[in-house]
């Protein structure tokens, strides 16, 4: 998410795939691999998701494993409202 950046990461799966666009595209949870808060904030790193959208990458976008505080945090201000929460459970 922090770098290279959302766009570049998606660009990269998608060409990886062979495909033009996801269906659905997720930020997989709201810290870094290390357990590390991202650099940018969640709403910073949502409207990166939203211009996936905008430029056609993505059809919708989501999110995986938020909280309800991590989801609060991007809510009010979000054009795009996550498509889902894909959440992990055992």
Known sequence: VDDPGVEAVCKRSLASMGVE????YLVHAPFCKDGEPFKKTLLDVWRSMEALVDNKLARAIGVSNWRICDLEE???????????NQVEAH
């Open 21 to 24: 666009y996801f269906d659905l």
């Open 74 to 84: 991007i809510f009010d201000e979000a054009r795009i409202k996550p498509a889902c």
